[in-house]
């Protein structure tokens, strides 16, 4: 059987996803803003710990990409290239290490969910908008005075919103998603009333490679909503950090295993 994840088939050209190498182009408006440590505690299984520096900082970022394989073929298929999403992140501590975490995340494509299964990425189907930039015309330039707004809503319900209006340059787009990454990556028992997880393991990853264009910061307002089925607004802003916007390539290209849990 071929392909790198479901379905295998005889051929693999039905598989979902290609193997790694998988490469990104996107625009980024990222929020950042502090909440109750608490809160971020209870989103830390062991053997994770709370960040020591800033324990409550969370960053919501909304993306609009462009990802391929190496060969780029996807980006002449576009319906296999492009898709949107909007995640959560906190920071944590391993072993004395800090790392940053996805805690929440949507996005629009399947073969998006089923990447975020591979890399440990909590990923749930959403709608997600934002503003795109364009050099014509009434959309906004990347540039000091732009103004970009998103939204991202799950199940029929809004869940966040943000509206940022860029005031000047900044040497990067905020520090909460600047670690590798430590995520579990599970896969429940088949067995009826199993205690534990068939598999379970903490992992690291981050990108192989980065370019990126000039980062801009701003003012910016972010509102989160509640929802029968998601738990984000416990997050709930009590101090705006800082707003950013960056357009950005990067290569992922798998990540090393920090712990496996299920012996």
């Known amino acids: 059987m071929n392909g790198f994840f479901y379905p295998r088939t005889a051929t693999g050209q039905a598989a979902l996803i290609p193997p790694p190498p998988w490469h990104y182009s996107g625009d980024l408006l990222t929020v950042e803003y502090r909440t109750d440590p608490e809160r971020v505690r209870e989103l830390l299984p062991a053997p994770l710990e709370l960040a020591p520096e800033d324990p409550g900082a969370v960053a919501f970022i909304w993306a609009d990409w462009q990802s391929c394989r190496a060969s780029k ?83 029929d319900r809004r869940l966040a919103e943000a509206v940022l209006t860029l005031t000047h340059e900044s040497e990067t787009n905020g520090f909460v998603n600047s670690h590798p990454m430590a995520h579990h990556r599970v896969y429940p028992s088949i067995e009826r009333g199993a205690q534990t997880d068939a598999y379970s393991e903490l992992i690291s990853s981050g990108s192989a490679s980065f370019e990126a264009g000039p980062a801009f910061a701003g003012d910016v307002e972010l509102r989160l909503f509640e929802a029968p089925t998601e738990e984000v607004a416990r997050l709930e802003v009590e101090e705006i950090i800082g707003g950013y916007y960056r357009q950005v390539g990067v290569v992922w290209d798998g990540g090393s295993t920090l712990a496996k849990l299920i012996p």
């Open 73 to 155: 073929e996807e980006l002449l298929d576009p319906v296999l290239s492009q898709y949107k999403e909007a995640f959560v992140v906190v920071r944590c501590a391993f072993q004395g290490v800090t790392y940053s975490r996805c805690v929440y995340i949507w996005v629009d494509k399947d073969f998006a969910i089923l990447r975020g299964m591979h890399q440990g990425y909590p990923k749930k189907l959403g709608s997600i908008h934002q503003t795109r930039p364009h050099p014509y015309g009434p959309a906004p330039r990347v540039a000091v005075g732009a103004t970009f707004g998103a939204t991202v809503a799950a199940a």
